[in-house]
């Protein structure tokens, strides 16, 4: 049997600078750094990293680290952290995504003019992902966040709406939720969209889509707590029905091999490389 890995799958730019800066860190410090939440939605990764001395938290710890270094990871985060941080002698290591950082600007533009104009800003995102709750922070929550069509009932269309993306969203839905919302408002010119999605991420579906297909079986490899994971890894399964989803190379299972000549291995913008390698070799030594 014939196995590939997708060369187009793994890290983006965002979460490769975030551990890069990370391991840095860690060298330079020569001690403990601690990680505002998971660096990376892939366990596998967090526990690479923890080995070398990454230690994760939460914002309820932010209170006993004064003094200490704290890591904001690429998926950014509100200005009251910062402030925290400052107040309690926190040093920050700020590896916030330069896409998410713009992004998180746009928020506070587009509120601004909501404001003047009566209206709403409106966000596609997962709620309570981390860089949804960082988007969401810069305007104290005024927004709205949406996952699907049925969270456009908690839309006010007899105001004006400022629509955007979380970056690792689907484009394909962004835009049909903001057809959506134009034809539910009095004049569609009281909608402004701006797709904000990544396209460092979003190029990804159709060449996924396209490498899905060469394969009799597709093992994509991501993170549990991956947002991304959960859209590409949707884009493989309509692109070929016998793929399947796992975090690690144990999971596994003999009967998706049946029969087969081929198997790809690919993965999110959060699945390191030498998990996707790993994978491979216990298809090799197993299922060959």
Not at 42 to 50: A, G, H, P, S
Not at 152 to 163: K, N
Not at 227 to 236: I, P
């Amino acid at each position: 049997m014939r196995v590939e890995i997708d060369q187009n799958s793994g890290f983006c730019f965002g979460v490769v600078r975030a551990i890069s800066k990370a391991e840095a860190a860690l060298q330079e410090l020569g001690g403990e750094v601690y990680s505002l939440g998971d660096i990376v939605h892939n366990r596998m990764e967090v526990q690479r990293l923890e080995s070398l001395g990454l230690r994760t938290v939460t914002h309820e710890d932010m209170p006993q680290l004064a003094g200490r270094d704290l890591f904001i990871r690429a998926h950014g985060e509100p200005p009251t952290t910062y402030r925290c941080a400052e107040e309690l002698g926190i040093r920050v290591i700020d590896a916030t995504c330069p896409v998410v950082a713009q992004l998180q600007r746009k928020v506070v533009a587009a509120y601004a003019k909501m404001q003047q104009a009566g209206g709403q800003v409106v966000i596609l995102g997962k709620r309570g992902h981390a860089e949804v709750v960082g988007l969401s922070g810069q305007v104290n929550d005024n927004v709205t966040v949406v996952e699907s069509e049925d969270d456009l009932a908690q839309v006010d269309f007899s105001r004006p709406i400022f629509f955007l993306s979380q970056t690792t969203q689907s484009v394909a839905l962004f835009w049909e939720l903001a057809e959506k919302m134009k034809l539910r408002l009095e004049d569609e010119h009281m909608l402004t969209v701006d797709d904000t999605i990544c396209r460092r991420v979003s190029n990804r579906e159709k060449a996924l889509s396209e490498f899905a297909q060469r394969f009799d079986v597709v093992i994509f490899v991501c993170g549990k707590k991956s947002s991304n994971g959960k859209v590409l890894f949707d884009v493989c399964h309509r692109a070929n029905s016998r793929a399947y989803n796992i975090e690690e190379e144990s999971e596994l299972q003999p009967e998706w091999f049946e029969g087969c000549h081929s198997a790809g291995i690919c993965g999110a913008t959060s699945t390191p490389t030498w998990l996707m390698q790993r994978v491979a070799e216990a298809i090799e030594k197993r299922f060959m």
